[in-house]
C-alpha cells in the first residue's frame, strides 16, 4: 500500500468515526431517558403506593371513630341516669321526711286541738270551786244562785267564743234538719207543725248542727 493509499485510509477511518459519534450520543441520551423514566415510574408508583396506604389509614381511622364516638355517648349516658337517679333518691328521702313531720303535726294537733277551748274553760271552773267553797261557809242562797247564774254566763261566753249557738226551736216551725220531735200534741194557739216545747235545747258548731233539739209540735 502507497503511502497515499494509507493517508486515504485513515481520512475515511477518521469520517467513519466522526459519523459514529452523534449516533453514539443519541444512544446515550436515549439511554439516559429511559432510565430517568424508569426512575420517574418507580417515584410515581412509590408515591402511589403511599397515597394507597393512607387511604386505608384514612378509612381504618373514620371506621374506628364513631365507635368511640358511641362510647362517649353512652358514657355520658350512663352519667346522667346515675345523677338523675341520686336526685330521686334526695327527692325520695325528702318526700318521706315531709309525710313523718305531716303525721307528727297531724297527731298533735289532734292531740291538743281542745287546748284552746280547755283554756277558757278552766276560768269557769275556778269561779265553781270558789262558789262551791263559799256555800260551805255562808248560808246565803240567793247569793249563790246569782254567783252560779254569773259562771254559766261565762261559760255559755266561752263556748260562743268557739262557734258554739243555741238553736232557736220554741214558736218555731218544725224542721227536721234541726228538730227532734218527741211527740205530738193538741195546741190552740199554734197551727199544726209549730215547735210548741222545747225539752232539750239544740246546738249548732258554727255551720253545723251539733245536737238537734228534742221538742214537742203541735198537731
Known amino acids: 500500500m502507497t503511502e497515499q493509499d494509507k493517508q486515504q485510509a485513515t481520512i475515511d ?43 386505608q389509614d384514612e378509612a381504618q381511622s373514620g371506621n374506628a ?11 355520658e349516658q350512663r352519667r346522667l341516669a346515675d345523677e338523675n337517679y341520686q336526685r330521686f333518691l334526695r327527692a325520695q328521702a325528702d318526700f318521706e321526711n315531709f309525710r313523718r313531720r305531716a303525721r307528727q303535726e297531724k297527731e298533735e294537733f289532734t292531740k291538743y286541738a281542745s287546748a ?7 276560768p269557769v271552773v275556778d269561779n265553781f270551786e270558789r262558789a262551791l267553797a263559799a256555800s ?9 244562785i246569782k254567783g252560779v247564774d254569773m259562771i254559766y254566763r261565762q261559760l255559755e261566753q266561752a263556748l260562743a267564743a268557739e262557734g258554739l ?13 234541726f ?20 225539752l232539750m235545747k239544740g246546738y249548732m258548731l258554727k255551720e253545723k248542727v251539733l245536737r238537734p233539739a228534742m221538742v214537742k209540735v203541735s198537731k
Open 13 to 55: 477511518q477518521e469520517k467513519r468515526q466522526e459519523a459514529a459519534e452523534p449516533q453514539a450520543r443519541d444512544e446515550q441520551e436515549h439511554g439516559a431517558a429511559a432510565e430517568a423514566d424508569a426512575a420517574e415510574g418507580q417515584a410515581e408508583a412509590q408515591a402511589g403506593g403511599a397515597d394507597v396506604t393512607k387511604q
Open 65 to 75: 371513630d364513631p365507635v368511640a364516638e358511641l362510647e362517649n355517648k353512652l358514657e
Open 116 to 122: 284552746k277551748l280547755i283554756e277558757q274553760l278552766l
Open 136 to 144: 260551805k261557809d255562808n248560808k246565803d242562797y240567793d247569793a249563790l
Open 165 to 177: 249557738a243555741p238553736i232557736e226551736s220554741v214558736g218555731k216551725p218544725f224542721n227536721p234538719e
Open 179 to 198: 228538730h227532734q220531735a218527741i211527740m205530738q200534741v193538741e195546741s190552740e194557739e199554734h197551727e199544726e207543725g209549730i215547735v210548741v216545747e222545747e
